[in-house]
């Protein structure tokens, strides 16, 4: 399709397992994002690639968190040591240009049990 | 830091009532303000934006003005529709080095909007 696409939809953790999550941009797309949703809240900005560069991670909320682009394209978000407080939705997005204007996937809802 | 607060939800209105949902922000900088939007099984899309003060953002008969003074982006629609029944977002960006806004949002705690026929 052509619009951004995440997955898995769902995932279910053990608490302490590791998790990936991987989102798959818009072709062409330069700007990629991942927020984090907890239920009932608006999405919080974890971390902003241009290109395979790792721009802003100044929302990853510990060292637990690691995102990576290699190629430019897909990226993918990995959660070691899940926590119980991991639990969300967690969304990427992308733009062709550094913008608001984002586009976003329809996430991954992360359970962490 | 950034913050954007949004009225208290759920809201529900019957079809082809007025709508507005209000907005305020706070920010160190001089922000670009959205209007993002999620229907139902989908992923946020965007529904409108302003970059500047007095800017006004519309579509689909949803408007926005950017009041500086007031620090405010409230969203309004003159008639709703079921089909508007979705969860609305209002979200900044600070502008990076460039002028431009580069995508680092911050949003409202959102309000689901429910309209009946």
């Known amino acids: 399709g052509a619009g951004v696409s995440q997955s898995p939809r769902y995932k279910v953790a053990k608490r302490g397992q590791d998790v990936a999550l991987r989102c798959d941009p818009i072709?062409?797309?330069?700007?990629l994002f991942w927020y984090q949703q907890a239920l009932g809240q608006g999405p919080e900005f974890l971390t902003y690639?241009?290109?395979?560069?790792?721009?802003?991670k100044s929302g990853l909320p510990s060292d637990r968190f690691f995102a990576e682009r290699p190629e430019g394209s897909v990226s993918t978000l990995k959660i070691q040591r899940t926590q119980q407080e991991d639990s969300a939705v967690y969304l990427c997005?992308?733009?062709?240009?550094?913008?608001?204007?984002?586009?976003f996937g329809e996430g991954s809802r992360l359970t962490v049990l | 830091g950034n913050s954007v607060t949004q009225m208290e939800g759920p809201v529900t209105l019957s079809e082809e009532a007025f709508l507005t949902i209000n907005c305020t922000y706070t920010?160190?900088?001089?922000?670009?303000l959205f209007w993002y939007v999620q229907y139902p099984g989908e992923g946020l899309q965007l529904l409108l934006k302003?970059?500047?003060?007095?800017d006004k953002g519309s579509n689909k008969g949803f408007e926005a003005t950017y009041r500086k003074e007031t620090t405010s982006f409230h969203l309004e629609k003159g008639s709703v529709q079921v089909s508007d029944s979705a969860v609305y977002f209002c979200?900044?960006?600070?502008?990076?080095?460039?002028?431009?806004?580069?995508?680092?949002?911050?949003f409202g705690q959102g309000t689901i909007l429910t309209v009946h026929p």
């Open positions: 997005a992308s733009s062709l240009v550094a913008s608001g204007e984002l586009f």
């Open positions: 072709s062409g797309h330069v700007s």
């Open positions: 690639f241009q290109n395979e560069a790792q721009l802003d």
């Open positions: 920010a160190t900088g001089y922000p670009s």
């Open positions: 302003a970059t500047k003060a007095d």
């Open positions: 979200a900044l960006s600070e502008r990076g080095a460039g002028g431009t806004s580069y995508g680092k949002l911050t």
